[in-house]
């Protein structure tokens, strides 16, 4: 009677504690991460319209913003792709390759700041560098207003978008429509935001071991909020510094901002959101495997030998941040005048 009783006791507390543990990983989660929200987030400075929104679609996918009219924003942030162009580093006008691995645009709204150094403090700010960039879109702000000004139908958008304003047609306005249409680029409902949301079935036993290893190990100390990084800068190489095949010594990162010596090889950790889908990885793109990011991650950043299984585990924890991508419908984009400057030829 007695060992029966200890069986039954012994049973109860194991039927208890498992959902008592799972709910602490849970809560634990909780604290450090947040879900992807259903609805775009407000942005500061720029309230978003259906035109404005409409208007800098159109903007995104615009080849005539760039002075070979054949890049557009969409070209390096592909939305159907993941929001990036899926090269180690982008290739821009003249079929120069840029110096850095294209970030993704998916939930780039969440970030505290854009590319991968920082230097542009949000969106609009950060849709006006490649256009002028000459390894990108190498365009001016002359030009691309000359260019929205020569067909009636962005003049017409840019009214209706900024009301009031003498003159809306601007470089500045252009970089705020982009904004308020990529502001719309977020991916909810993956399937940890469903668990955080309290569905303990949405993850499975590896894939929960994976949290909390990316927890215990110290992974979520860069890669926590909302979006799994994209708010503080770090080294690349806090504990050991990556050969030069993933770290270029000729790029010092943040400090070509800052000028700080202290800023030299910082990055802003990249975000995490749909990782499994934004191959190849780091701001060199040097790394085309996800379970091989995780492990340099391991040994750079933490000073840990991670084994296959932890390897495993985290990797298949980061491919539960995928989440529901948008659909975009391609725009259809107003026929160029005569007044329309004439492409640049690419080949020199």
Not at 45 to 72: A, D, Y
Not at 167 to 190: G, K, R, W, Y
Not at 316 to 330: S, W
Request: aromatic share 8%.
């Amino acid at each position: 009677m007695k060992l029966r009783n200890l069986v039954l006791l012994s049973l109860a507390t194991v039927l208890v504690s498992a959902p008592v543990l799972a709910d602490q990983l849970r809560n634990r989660a909780s604290a450090m991460f947040a879900p992807i929200p259903t609805e775009p987030p407000e942005i500061r400075g720029n309230q978003p319209t259906e035109e404005k929104v409409e208007l800098g679609k159109m903007l995104f996918f615009e080849p005539r913003l760039s002075s070979s009219h054949l890049i557009s924003c969409n070209t390096c942030h592909n939305v159907g792709m993941g929001g990036h162009d899926y090269l180690p580093v982008s290739i821009g006008h003249g079929w120069q390759k840029g110096p850095r691995n294209a970030p993704t645009v998916f939930n780039a709204v969440f970030n505290a700041a854009q590319f991968w150094d920082g230097r542009a403090a949000d969106l609009a700010e950060q849709a006006k560098g490649p256009v002028q960039a000459g390894v990108e879109m190498s365009s001016t702000p002359e030009r691309v207003v000359e260019t929205l000004n020569s067909m009636p139908e962005y003049v017409d958008r840019f009214k209706a978008s900024f009301p009031g304003q003498a003159d809306p047609v601007t470089f500045d306005n252009m970089a705020l429509a982009i904004e308020a249409f990529e502001a719309t680029l977020i991916t909810p409902h993956s399937r940890f935001d469903q668990y955080l949301a309290g569905n303990d079935q949405a993850l499975d036993t590896k894939e929960k071991e994976g949290l909390q290893l990316f927890m215990d190990k110290g992974c979520a100390a860069c890669h926590g909020g909302v979006n799994f990084g994209g708010q503080h800068y770090f080294p690349f190489g806090l504990v050991k510094r990556p050969g030069a095949d993933i770290l270029p010594v000729g790029d010092k990162g943040r400090f070509e901002v800052t000028k700080t010596a202290s800023d030299e090889y910082v990055f802003r950790a990249a975000p995490l959101r749909n990782i499994e889908l934004t191959a190849p990885y780091f701001h060199s793109g040097a790394i085309w495997d996800l379970e091989e990011a995780v492990a340099v991650m391991g040994t750079s950043q933490l000073g840990a030998e991670l084994d296959n299984r932890q390897v495993e585990a985290i990797t298949a924890f980061l491919r539960t941040l995928t989440g529901e991508i948008p659909d975009v419908m391609y725009p259809k984009l107003p026929p160029s005048t005569a007044t329309t400057p004439r492409p640049v030829d690419m080949i020199y």
